[in-house]
């Protein structure tokens, strides 16, 4: 209760504020400001590694999967956040710059898999760990141990949720 009245205390007062609901807009405001400044963050950390978002998003999308880091097109396209054909301009980038390379595949000349570069590996993993480092520094500059772990469990029944409404 501390907490919401806190919270309440600290927003500021909209001329507007009997359309929306006082107990959950204020969370909703805060986490999208949060996402913001987190946001801002990571850009600079992939700008300072020559990466955009989309192309940090596909590098360390080819870095999770197990060795050797290669994904066929639509399995990639799954776990991305950008179109098909922002993909494919994406992918050209970086093949250009030999950070990923394609292959055809002995079974399916159709198919060519995505792989991750020595050079593609080494940026990401080098770009992911100062991501890690700026990001860990900043939230634990504003929260102590408990309350990350506070947060994180009550963030993550947000992503709980949205993962069984998509089933």
């Known amino acids: 209760m501390a907490l919401q009245k806190a919270i309440r205390t600290k927003m500021p007062r909209h001329e507007w504020s009997e359309a929306h609901a006082s107990d959950t807009m204020p ?7 949060a996402q ?11 700008a300072r ?9 596909v590098l360390a999308t080819l870095r999770n999967s197990p060795p050797p880091f290669e994904l066929t097109p639509s399995r990639l396209q799954a776990s991305v956040i950008i179109t ?9 980038q970086l093949e250009d710059r ?10 399916d000349q159709r198919i060519k898999p995505i792989k991750l570069t020595r050079k ?4 990401v993993e080098a770009a992911m760990a100062e991501l890690a480092a700026t990001s860990g520094a900043w939230v634990k500059k504003i929260l102590g ?3 990350i772990a506070l947060l994180t469990g009550l963030l993550g029944k947000f992503a709980e949720a949205v993962d069984s409404d998509e089933e």
Do not use: C, I
């Open 145 to 147: 141990a408990k309350e």
């Open 84 to 92: 098909s054909g922002g993909l494919t301009k994406v992918m050209r």
């Open 49 to 57: 590694h020559g990466l955009t978002p989309a192309e940090f998003d």
């Open 120 to 123: 593609g590996k080494h940026l």
């Open 27 to 33: 969370l909703m405001l805060h986490l999208h400001r």
């Open 98 to 107: 030999n950070l990923v390379t394609r292959s055809q595949t002995n079974y």
């Open 36 to 46: 913001g400044l987190a946001f801002a963050q990571a850009l600079s950390v992939w």
